[in-house]
C-alpha cells in the first residue's frame, strides 16, 4: 500500500492541563482524495485541525499523526507546514501592517532554499493567477493580511494561499461558513483547482451544500472528540437530512459502521 | 542608587575658552554663562524626579569624558556618504565629534540660510540671537543648561516667508573617538513657508565612550509646514541625550518622527507647544532595543491656544535584555477650547527579560476639549505568530513579520518615502532579517 496519505492514530489531545478534547482520533486520507468531516458543534473539528497543524495551545497525551508515513509529533509548526501540511483556519487571523504579497512571497521562500528564493516576476505571475482563479481584484495583495477583510473575504484569503503553497494536504475548517453562493462557487473552485494525485485534503464543513461542489470521497462524522463513523457522500445527504442524533443511533444500535 | 556626578572638565575656564574659540558676541557668551551658573546649581536629575524615575540614569553620565573639538580623522566616512546620496537632500552639513567637516550647499531656492550654527551667530546674528534658545530654555534642567552652555557645533537653517524648501535639508552628526560633546540645531521657518529636514546621528561602533548632547529647536511661523526626522542609529558606545521642541504659530503644522535604533542608551525628549490657533502637531516615534540597549522617551504636547491639534503615536520594541521607557503628557492650559489630543504608545515584549515600561498622562485645564491616551505592552500574539508559522515560515522569520507589521502603524504615517525606507532597511538589519545589512 501507497505510503501516501495523511493519517491520524488514536489522537487524544488537550489544552495544556485540561481534559482530553481528542478522545482517541483515527482517520486516514489518501493522496488524491478528497474527504469531508462533519460533526456538532463542540465535537472537536477544530482542535483536530490545529492539533495537526501544531498549534502550541494543544498537546498531545496519545497517538500519532503522520505524513506519508512520517510522525511529525516533534515537529514544530513551520516544519509540518513545509513537510506538505495546510490548514485553512476556521478564523483566519489578523496580521497588521503585513501585506499579503510580502507574507506569501517569504513563505514560499521558507519552503525552498536560501540560496533559491523565488524570482519576483515567477512569484508575482503565480499570485496573480491564484487571485484570477478565485476571481478576485488584484489591488487585494496589497492590503495587509486580513486586516479589515469580511468574513467572506478572509476565507477567500485561507484559499489563495492553499493555491499559492500548494500544499500536498489541506485541511479545510470551515472555510465555507459565512460565505453566500457565488463565494461558496468560487471557494470550491479554488479547492478543486488543486486537486490531483499528489493532493489531499480534509474538509470540514456543517453543510451538505458545499459537498455539491466539492464531492468527497469520503464522508467522516465526528462526536465527543472521536471519528464515530465514515461513509461515502450519500452520508453527507442524509446527515443533513436526519441530524446528529439519527447517526449517534445508528452507531450506537450497530447499523452503521463503527 | 546610582548617582551622577560632576565632571571637573565642565569649568568656567573651558567654558571662556570654548567661546573665545569661536569669537562669540557677548549676548551668546553671556547666555552661555549664565546656563552654565544654572547648570552648576542644579542637581543631577536621580530616580526620585518623576521624569527619570524608570531612566537608567547612569548610562547618561558624563564624569570622565572629555570635551571633544574634532575627530581623530576629518574624512566623511562612507556610511555617511551613501546617506547624503541616498536622501536627496539638497543643503547637507556634516558634524563629527563637535566639528563641522562638511558643507555641501545647493539649496536652490532664494532666501534660505543653511550653515552651521556657529558661523550662523556671526553672519546671521540677529536671526540666530532672535531664536536661539527661545524653543528650549536653557535654565529648564541640568542637562537643558550643559547643551545651553557647552554646546559647540550644529546647523542653522531659516526659511523666509512663502518660500518652499522642495528637497530635504539635513545633518549628520558623526563621531571617531569618545568623549563629550554636544550639539544644537535651530531651525527657523517664517509665514507659510516649508522645508523637510533630516537629522541623523550615526556612527561606527569605537573603543572608548561618547556622550552626545542634542537639541533641536523648531520655530513654526503661521501657517509654517515643517518636517523633522531625527534618526538616532549611533555605535553601541554612544549615550544620546536629545531634546527636540517645537513652537507652533497660528495654523503652522509639523510632523515628525524620531527614531532610536542605536547606541547603548538614549533619550529623546520631543515636545510641542501649540501656541498659535488651528495649529497641528502629528508626533511619531519608533525605538527597537537589542543587547541590552536601554531608550527612553518623554513627550510633551502642550496645548496653550486654542482650536489647536497634536497627536502622539510611539511604537517600540525590546529584545536581548534590553529596556525601554515612555512617558509623555498632554497638557491643554486653561482657555485652550477646542483642543483636540491624542496620545498611543504600544510596545512589543519579544522575550522575558526586556521590559518596556508605559506612562501616558493628561493634565487638563480646559472643559471643552477632546483628549485621549493609551497604551499598550505586550508579547508579539501567539495566535498570530502561530498562524505565521503554519505557512512554513521559522520562527525568527515569523518574529521579523511580527515586528516590521507591529511598527507599520507609525512608518505608514511617514510622508517621506526615501527616509521611511531607509529606517526600514535600518529595523530589518537589527532583526536580522538575511541580506538587508549589506544594503545600509
Ligand atoms: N482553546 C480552548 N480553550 C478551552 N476550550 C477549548 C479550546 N479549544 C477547544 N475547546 C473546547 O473543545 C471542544 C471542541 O471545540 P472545537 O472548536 O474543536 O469544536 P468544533 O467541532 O470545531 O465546533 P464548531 O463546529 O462550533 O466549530 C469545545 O467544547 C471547546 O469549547
Ligand atoms: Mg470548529
Same mark, same amino acid.
Given at each position: 500500500?501507497?505510503?501516501?496519505?495523511?493519517?491520524?492514530?488514536?489522537?487524544?489531545?488537550?489544552?495544556?492541563?485540561?481534559?482530553?478534547?481528542?478522545?482517541?482520533?483515527?482517520?486516514?486520507?489518501?493522496?488524491?482524495?478528497?474527504?469531508?468531516?462533519?460533526?456538532?458543534?463542540?465535537?472537536?473539528?477544530?482542535?483536530?485541525?490545529?492539533?495537526?497543524?501544531?498549534?502550541?495551545?494543544?498537546?498531545?497525551?496519545?497517538?500519532?499523526?503522520?505524513?506519508?508515513?512520517?510522525?511529525?509529533?516533534?515537529?514544530?509548526?513551520?516544519?509540518?507546514?513545509?513537510?506538505?501540511?495546510?490548514?485553512?483556519?476556521?478564523?483566519?487571523?489578523?496580521?497588521?501592517?503585513?501585506?499579503?504579497?510580502?507574507?506569501?512571497?517569504?513563505?514560499?521562500?521558507?519552503?525552498?532554499?536560501?540560496?533559491?528564493?523565488?524570482?519576483?516576476?515567477?512569484?508575482?505571475?503565480?499570485?496573480?493567477?491564484?487571485? !484570477?482563479?478565485?476571481?478576485?481584484?488584484?489591488?487585494?495583495?496589497?492590503?495587509?493580511?486580513?486586516?479589515?477583510?469580511?468574513?467572506?473575504? !478572509?476565507?477567500?484569503?485561507? =484559499?489563495?494561499?492553499?493555491?499559492?503553497?500548494?500544499?500536498?494536504?489541506? =485541511?479545510?475548517?470551515?472555510?465555507?461558513?459565512?460565505?453566500?453562493?457565488?463565494?461558496?462557487?468560487?471557494?470550491?473552485?479554488?479547492?478543486?483547482?488543486?486537486?490531483?494525485?499528489?493532493?489531499?485534503?480534509?474538509?470540514?464543513?456543517?453543510?451538505?451544500?458545499?459537498?455539491?461542489?466539492?464531492?468527497?470521497?469520503?464522508?467522516?462524522?465526528?462526536?465527543?472528540?472521536?471519528? =464515530?463513523?465514515?461513509?461515502?457522500?450519500?452520508?453527507?445527504?442524509?446527515?443533513?437530512?436526519?441530524?446528529?442524533?439519527?447517526?449517534?443511533?445508528?452507531?450506537?444500535?450497530?447499523?452503521?459502521?463503527? | 542608587?546610582?548617582?551622577?556626578?560632576?565632571?571637573?572638565?565642565?569649568?568656567?575656564?573651558?567654558?571662556?575658552?570654548?567661546?573665545?574659540?569661536?569669537?562669540?558676541?557677548?549676548?551668546?557668551?553671556?547666555?552661555?554663562?549664565?546656563?552654565?551658573?544654572?547648570?552648576?546649581?542644579?542637581?543631577?536629575?536621580?530616580?526620585?524626579?518623576?521624569?527619570?524615575?524608570?531612566?537608567?540614569?547612569?548610562?547618561?553620565?558624563?564624569?570622565?569624558?572629555?570635551?571633544?573639538?574634532?575627530?581623530?580623522? *576629518?574624512?566623511?566616512?562612507?556610511?555617511?556618504?551613501?546617506?547624503?546620496?541616498?536622501?536627496?537632500?539638497?543643503?547637507?552639513?556634516?558634524? !563629527?565629534?563637535?566639528?563641522?567637516?562638511?558643507?555641501?550647499?545647493?539649496?536652490?531656492?532664494?532666501?534660505?540660510?543653511?550653515?552651521?550654527?556657529?558661523?550662523?551667530?556671526?553672519?546671521?546674528?540677529?536671526?540666530?540671537?532672535?531664536?536661539?534658545?527661545?524653543?528650549?530654555?536653557?535654565?529648564?534642567?541640568?542637562?537643558?543648561?550643559?547643551?545651553?552652555?557647552?554646546?559647540?557645533?550644529?546647523?542653522?537653517?531659516?526659511?523666509?516667508?512663502?518660500?518652499?524648501?522642495?528637497?530635504?535639508?539635513?545633518?549628520?552628526?558623526?563621531?571617531?573617538?569618545?568623549?563629550?560633546?554636544?550639539?544644537?540645531?535651530?531651525?527657523?521657518?517664517?509665514?507659510?513657508?516649508?522645508?523637510?529636514?533630516?537629522?541623523?546621528?550615526?556612527?561606527?561602533?569605537?573603543?572608548?565612550?561618547?556622550?552626545?548632547?542634542?537639541?533641536?529647536?523648531?520655530?513654526?511661523?503661521?501657517?509654517?509646514?515643517?518636517?523633522?526626522?531625527?534618526?538616532?542609529?549611533?555605535?553601541?558606545?554612544?549615550?544620546?541625550?536629545?531634546?527636540?521642541?517645537?513652537?507652533?504659530?497660528?495654523?503652522?503644522?509639523?510632523?515628525?518622527?524620531?527614531?532610536?535604533?542605536?547606541?547603548?542608551?538614549?533619550?529623546?525628549?520631543?515636545?510641542?507647544?501649540?501656541?498659535?490657533?488651528?495649529?497641528?502637531?502629528?508626533?511619531?516615534?519608533?525605538?527597537?532595543?537589542?543587547?541590552?540597549?536601554?531608550? *527612553?522617551?518623554?513627550?510633551?504636547?502642550?496645548?496653550?491656544? *486654542?482650536?489647536?491639534?497634536?497627536?502622539?503615536?510611539?511604537?517600540?520594541?525590546?529584545?536581548?535584555?534590553?529596556?525601554?521607557?515612555?512617558?509623555?503628557? =498632554?497638557?491643554?492650559?486653561?482657555?485652550?477650547?477646542?483642543?483636540?489630543?491624542?496620545?498611543?504608545?504600544?510596545?512589543?515584549?519579544?522575550? *522575558?527579560?526586556?521590559?518596556?515600561?508605559?506612562?501616558?498622562?493628561?493634565?487638563?485645564?480646559?472643559?471643552?476639549?477632546?483628549?485621549?491616551?493609551?497604551?499598550?505592552?505586550?508579547?508579539?500574539?501567539?495566535?498570530?505568530?502561530?498562524?505565521?508559522?503554519?505557512?512554513?515560515?521559522?520562527?525568527?522569520?515569523?518574529?521579523?513579520?511580527?515586528?516590521?507589521?507591529?511598527?507599520?502603524?507609525?512608518?505608514?504615517?511617514?510622508?517621506?518615502?526615501?527616509?521611511?525606507?531607509?529606517?526600514?532597511?535600518?529595523?530589518?538589519?537589527?532583526?536580522?532579517?538575511?541580506?538587508?545589512?549589506? !544594503?545600509?
Amino acid at each position: 500500500m501507497s505510503e501516501n496519505r495523511l493519517e491520524i492514530r488514536n489522537l487524544h489531545a488537550r489544552i495544556a492541563g485540561g481534559v482530553d478534547i481528542l478522545k482517541g482520533v483515527d482517520l486516514t486520507v489518501p493522496a488524491g482524495e478528497v474527504h469531508a468531516l462533519m460533526g456538532q458543534n463542540g465535537s472537536g473539528k477544530s482542535t483536530l485541525a490545529k492539533v495537526m497543524a501544531g498549534d502550541p495551545a494543544y498537546e498531545i497525551t496519545d497517538g500519532d499523526i503522520l505524513i506519508d508515513g512520517e510522525s511529525v509529533l516533534e515537529m514544530e509548526p513551520d516544519e509540518r507546514a513545509r513537510a506538505g501540511l495546510y490548514l485553512a483556519f476556521q478564523y483566519p487571523v489578523e496580521v497588521p501592517g503585513v501585506s499579503i504579497a510580502n507574507f506569501l512571497r517569504l513563505a514560499l521562500n521558507a519552503r525552498r532554499d536560501e540560496d533559491d528564493e523565488i524570482g519576483v516576476m515567477e512569484f508575482y505571475t503565480k499570485l496573480q493567477g491564484a487571485v !484570477k482563479e478565485l476571481d478576485w481584484d488584484e489591488s487585494i495583495i496589497e492590503r495587509n493580511l486580513h486586516e479589515g477583510f469580511s468574513g467572506g473575504e !478572509k476565507k477567500r484569503s485561507e =484559499i489563495l494561499q492553499l493555491l499559492v503553497l500548494e500544499p500536498k494536504y489541506a =485541511i479545510l475548517d470551515e472555510t465555507d461558513s459565512g460565505l453566500d453562493v457565488d463565494a461558496l462557487k468560487v471557494v470550491a473552485h479554488g479547492v478543486n483547482a488543486a486537486r490531483g494525485d499528489a493532493f489531499g485534503a480534509l474538509v470540514i464543513t456543517h453543510y451538505q451544500r458545499l459537498l455539491n461542489y466539492i464531492v468527497p470521497d469520503r464522508v467522516h462524522v465526528m462526536a465527543e472528540g472521536r471519528v =464515530i463513523t465514515s461513509g461515502d457522500k450519500e452520508l453527507a445527504m442524509e446527515l443533513d437530512d436526519k441530524g446528529y442524533d439519527w447517526i449517534k443511533n445508528e452507531v450506537a444500535s450497530g447499523a452503521a459502521p463503527a | 542608587m546610582a548617582t551622577l556626578t560632576d565632571n571637573p572638565l565642565l569649568s568656567a575656564g573651558a567654558l571662556e575658552a570654548l567661546i573665545r574659540s569661536g569669537g562669540e558676541p557677548d549676548w551668546l557668551a553671556e547666555e552661555r554663562r549664565a546656563a552654565l551658573r544654572t547648570f552648576d546649581a542644579t542637581p543631577w536629575p536621580t530616580e526620585r524626579d518623576e521624569a527619570w524615575r524608570y531612566s537608567d540614569l547612569k548610562r547618561f553620565a558624563v564624569d570622565g569624558l572629555e570635551p571633544t573639538d574634532g575627530p581623530d580623522d *576629518d574624512a566623511v566616512s562612507d556610511r555617511i556618504r551613501m546617506r547624503m546620496t541616498d536622501s536627496d537632500a539638497e543643503g547637507i552639513l556634516v558634524h !563629527k565629534n563637535g566639528r563641522t567637516i562638511e558643507r555641501q550647499l545647493a539649496v536652490r531656492e532664494a532666501g534660505v540660510l543653511v550653515t552651521d550654527l556657529r558661523t550662523a551667530v556671526t553672519e546671521h546674528e540677529d536671526l540666530v540671537r532672535e531664536h536661539l534658545y527661545a524653543a528650549v530654555d536653557a535654565h529648564a534642567g541640568k542637562y537643558h543648561a550643559l547643551n545651553a552652555a557647552f554646546w559647540r557645533d550644529g546647523t542653522f537653517v531659516y526659511v523666509p516667508k512663502n518660500v518652499e524648501v522642495e528637497l530635504p535639508l539635513g545633518a549628520f552628526t558623526s563621531a571617531d573617538r569618545g568623549g563629550l560633546s554636544m550639539g544644537r540645531t535651530l531651525i527657523v521657518v517664517e509665514d507659510n513657508a516649508k522645508v523637510t529636514f533630516l537629522d541623523e546621528y550615526t556612527s561606527d561602533t569605537f573603543d572608548a565612550r561618547l556622550f552626545h548632547g542634542a537639541v533641536t529647536e523648531l520655530v513654526l511661523g503661521p501657517g509654517a509646514k515643517v518636517r523633522y526626522l531625527a534618526l538616532q542609529n549611533w555605535g553601541r558606545n554612544v549615550a544620546h541625550m536629545q531634546r527636540v521642541a517645537a513652537k507652533l504659530d497660528r495654523d503652522a503644522r509639523l510632523e515628525s518622527l524620531t527614531v532610536s535604533v542605536g547606541g547603548d542608551a538614549a533619550r529623546a525628549e520631543v515636545e510641542s507647544t501649540m501656541q498659535g490657533p488651528g495649529s497641528e502637531s502629528e508626533m511619531l516615534g519608533l525605538y527597537f532595543g537589542d543587547e541590552g540597549q536601554h531608550f *527612553d522617551q518623554f513627550t510633551v504636547q502642550h496645548h496653550e491656544a *486654542d482650536h489647536a491639534f497634536s497627536d502622539v503615536l510611539f511604537k517600540g520594541a525590546v529584545r536581548d535584555a534590553s529596556h525601554s521607557v515612555y512617558s509623555g503628557v =498632554i497638557i491643554v492650559d486653561e482657555g485652550a477650547q477646542k483642543t483636540d489630543a491624542y496620545q498611543t504608545n504600544r510596545n512589543l515584549l519579544l522575550d *522575558d527579560d526586556s521590559e518596556a515600561v508605559s506612562i501616558p498622562q493628561l493634565q487638563i485645564g480646559a472643559n471643552d476639549v477632546r483628549c485621549s491616551h493609551g497604551s499598550t505592552t505586550g508579547p508579539v500574539p501567539e495566535d498570530q505568530r502561530f498562524y505565521l508559522m503554519s505557512r512554513g515560515m521559522p520562527p525568527e522569520v515569523a518574529e521579523h513579520l511580527l515586528v516590521t507589521g507591529f511598527l507599520y502603524e507609525v512608518m505608514s504615517r511617514v510622508t517621506l518615502p526615501k527616509a521611511a525606507e531607509y529606517v526600514e532597511r535600518v529595523v530589518q538589519a537589527k532583526l536580522g532579517v538575511p541580506g538587508v545589512k549589506e !544594503k545600509l
